[in-house]
């Protein structure tokens, strides 16, 4: 059994009561595998500072059903105790009927739920919000409920006694005075990367997890089962490895990467070599492709621009025809500047013929992608799920867009194409999870064992 923490809508403190959770649990001895809802990177992260181990993301959009109940099930087979972190509110998922949602997530793998309650401003009410989220959806068991932002011993007496009758327990208490603040910015929390204090924060979320929760209560809904891993729909195909060195750029401003990914690169025969946009001069040697990631390359604009070298590498890299795949922050590496949201332009590597520019709008969102071309990941015609989540755009479009794109659900409508393909280059906003598409990094793993340095 696993506890699946959710809350009653964004901002109630999931992510808070999540992470001293796991702090007190690592606290205590044995192994914690952590999961994260949705298609996010920045709390993964922040899970696995505290537990030492890569937390994975679980989204039947990005991947399947199948693929998610065997990706919880291979990574708990030797831990002890295990912990679900939800997204937005308990039912909130993509489209109008809830799928992907924490609730869908938590009925796949039978696990119950922990509610977190915003009680800054409720009293006797938060009873009536709890009754209802139990009763929605009767398929989701709910083991108990956090009460977040309590302000004195007399409003918890208020809540507690507002909340008997449901015979729903109160699992954990955390007071006002005791939240903890995580910087966050433009698009969610700051990774742990930019982060000093970050000792200071994990023994101040132990101390929290320690202190506010019922461990006895608790325990034996974190405690993990043995699952069964035999799926076909989880095995990597067969095939000989393919022995490839990929330079994976890591570091404060390109860190947004699926575990998954990594590891099917790394279980296919592909050496990860991390190397540093923002430091080094020059890419590592011997090297067969590029994987630029997601991150922050507007926030780090100044440093990536001041480091010609790197730049000039990765452009004369791409012209050769390194294979390469650029995902969102990537993308925004490659194009000619790329200008903050105080207006100030940098240069960048300039293979792409357009600029980016900050902007105020968020663009977010599940994106089915079909491809237009060939590309060193993708066949033409191969149809993806993908997730783009920005705050930039660019002023030119390429002349022969990569994606046809469209949004999510029964109302969905087509958006403008978008995605770059030159030389071996695949270069997109569109987040991909390759969980359920072994055959897409198997793709991108043969152009690069192919491919012979010209110069």
Known sequence: MTLVIAGERSGVGKTTVTLALLASLQQRGGQVQSFKVGPDYIDPMFHQLITGRPSRNLDPVLTSEAYLRQCFARHTQTVQHALIEGVMGLFDGAGETGWASTAHIARLINCPVLLVLDCARLARSVAAIAHGYRSFDPRVQLAGVVLNRVGSD?????????LEPLNLPVLGVLRRQEQIEIPD??????????LSNLKDLVSTLGHLGKTCFDWAALLPLLATQPQPTDSPSFRIPQQEPTRVRIALAQDQAFSFYYADNLDLLTQMGAELVPWSPLADPALPEGIQGLYLGGGFPEVFAPALAENVAARSAVDSAIRAGMPTYAECGGLMYLGKTLTDFRGNCFPMVGLLSTNVVMAP??????????????????????KVWGHEFHRSRLTQQPNSALFDLSGYGSGSRSLQPEGWQCHQLHASYLHLHWGDRPELPRRFLEHCARWVDPR
């Open 154 to 162: 007399r409003h918890l007496e208020l809540l507690k006694t507002a």
């Open 185 to 194: 910015r433009h698009l969610g929390l700051i990774p742990t990367a930019e």
């Open 361 to 382: 709008r968020l663009t977010l969102g599940y994106r089915q992608a079909i491809a237009y071309q060939d590309s060193p990941l993708l066949m033409a015609g191969t």
